[in-house]
């Protein structure tokens, strides 16, 4: 069985200070990772993914994550948000195991808002 | 390349009332998924074909809901009788690899209120 729990359903933050979107997961394998972002009225894409090499990956737009496995925390972090962030963050959880049991499995979201 | 798409964009149908819901896939992507999300609910699993084959239908929630992928491409979603409770947001994903590595491709999803 797997879960994510994203300890935040909202954050502000003001534009040029660091983000950071909160992610703790449970998982019975050995799990792969991702962060996916919604803007409105569009649809999902990818941020970053965790699959078993770094710890710290580096995804797109400035965002990256840490896998800590004794935390059991996947948390999203950005330097310095800009207004264009302002979006709902989704951290994913899916089994690293082989064929047959791909589906992802998501928190319930983040909605990050940026003030000017 | 185009991404996946998905077709009505929006649908409002009476209860009672049928609708079906359409993906095209990455061309090439044997993996489709369709994901659902109710108001106020996280994303959720539906079910996960391999070209033309169910391979997990586990997250169906009853049968009125009934997935096809005829030929291996693109996949219809057919809900039939329509309930209340089946008002959300409908995505479509698609992945060429296998074994939870292979990243999913989101459509912009389908916004179906059931009045």
């Known amino acids: 069985a797997q879960s994510v729990t994203q300890l935040d359903s909202h954050v502000s933050v003001s534009e040029g200070t660091p983000v950071l979107l909160r992610c703790n997961y449970s998982?019975?394998?050995?799990?792969?990772l991702f962060w996916y972002v919604q803007h409105p009225n569009k649809g999902l894409q990818l941020l970053l993914k965790?699959?078993?090499?770094?710890?710290l990956v580096k995804g797109i737009n400035g965002f990256e994550a840490e896998f800590k496995k004794s935390e059991t925390s996947f948390h999203l972090t950005k330097p310095s948000a800009h207004m264009s962030d302002a979006a709902e963050y989704f951290c994913?959880?899916?089994?690293?195991?082989?064929?047959?049991?791909?589906?992802?499995?998501f928190g319930t979201g983040t909605r990050l808002t940026i003030i000017p | 390349e185009a991404g996946v798409t998905q077709f009505p964009s929006h649908s409002v149908i009476e209860k009672g009332q049928t609708v079906t819901l359409r993906c095209d896939p990455i061309s090439g992507h044997d993996n489709l998924y369709w994901y659902r999300r109710v108001m106020g609910k996280e994303i959720k699993f539906l079910l996960h074909?391999?070209?033309?084959?169910?391979?997990?239908e586990s997250g169906m929630p009853n049968n009125r809901f009934l997935a096809e992928r005829t030929g291996g491409t693109y996949s219809t979603l057919k809900v039939q009788p329509a309930e209340l409770e089946d008002s959300g947001v409908y995505f479509c994903?698609?992945?060429?690899?296998?074994?939870?590595?292979?990243?999913?491709?989101f459509g912009p999803g389908t916004r179906l209120t059931v009045t």
């Open positions: 994903a698609s992945s060429h690899r296998t074994g939870g590595r292979g990243e999913q491709y």
């Open positions: 074909f391999v070209k033309e084959s169910k391979q997990d």
């Open positions: 998982s019975s394998y050995s799990p792969s």
């Open positions: 965790y699959t078993s090499a770094a710890t």
């Open positions: 994913v959880v899916s089994p690293r195991i082989s064929f047959g049991n791909e589906k992802l499995t």
